[in-house]
């Protein structure tokens, strides 16, 4: 209940503790994070993130917002709040002909993937295929195709927000510019997305991979990673990491991505 005495009255799911459901609800990509919201408002419109947040500011209580639930650090879910949770919003609808892609905020880029590529046509997603759509955007996004294609936010056009006071507001460069400019990699402190557009870019294939070494080379893969990136094409993504390897031992990685023909 609300102060004003009214429930979470949403049409989707409302899961508080005591719920079978609870505890996989409260799961995030971090096993490491523990935490126990209040409520899990498992939304399926963005009327429904409205009252999500009215109900939060009502009880002037803590608020996280739940895409994919990837973000190492737990933001995703919170101690003894309200949790909107978007995680079942996955559709992702292609407009093959004008190269757009209309995602719902639940998609991870597994689901962007294999809708887009469908099509032969791309953007610039997460590096792990389990990484949501909503937070790796809002974020700003590097991924395989960063160098050719830029960040994801950089293939963003529009956006329906839902803002602090509940109102639900398209953003775009013809429209709220300025929210539009914050969503661009400024994080999920501007409103609750509930659905984001994409421009899509033609791409047939790419050629990649991983390349391990023993941590004892580290010194010398790494000297050869510096060298080599500086005179790179734009078409080739490089990403270096120390590592351990399946076998347990410590190691040193080159991760690659080509994009060109």
């Not at 719902?104 to 997460?126: I, K, N, V, Y």
């Not at 421009?199 to 010194?219: C, N």
């Amino acid at each position: 209940m609300t102060k004003t005495g009214k429930p979470l009255a949403i049409d989707g799911e409302v899961i508080r503790p005591g719920h079978p459901y609870y505890d996989d609800a409260r799961r995030v990509f971090n096993g490491l994070i523990d935490r126990r919201p209040a409520v899990i408002a498992r939304c399926r419109t963005a009327a429904d993130v409205a009252v999500a947040i009215t109900y939060a500011r009502d009880l002037d209580s803590p608020l996280a917002v739940r895409g994919g639930g990837h973000n190492v650090a737990g933001s995703a879910v919170c101690d003894g709040g309200v949790v909107i949770d978007l995680s079942t919003l996955r559709d992702v609808r292609v407009d093959a002909k004008r190269h757009l892609a209309v995602v719902q905020p639940g998609a991870t880029w597994h689901d962007f993937d294999q809708r887009s590529q469908a099509h032969w046509l791309a953007c610039t997603g997460g590096l792990i295929s389990s990484t949501g759509v909503a937070g790796f955007t809002l974020g700003g996004g590097i991924g395989w195709l960063v160098r050719k294609l830029g960040l994801a936010c950089d293939s963003l056009t529009a956006a329906e927000v839902v803002t602090a006071s509940g109102a639900v507001v398209r953003a775009a460069d013809e429209e709220n510019q300025d929210l539009m400019w914050g969503l661009r990699g400024g994080g999920g402190n501007f409103g609750v997305v509930t659905s984001f557009e994409f421009k899509l870019h033609p791409l047939t294939s790419v050629t990649g991979g991983l390349v391990v070494h023993p941590r004892d080379r580290a010194l010398n893969v790494l000297r050869y990673f510096r060298d080599f990136a500086a005179s790179a094409p734009d078409e080739l993504t490089l990403v270096a990491a120390l590592m351990t390897a399946p076998n347990g031992h410590p190691a040193v990685g080159i991760g690659a991505c080509f994009a060109g023909s």
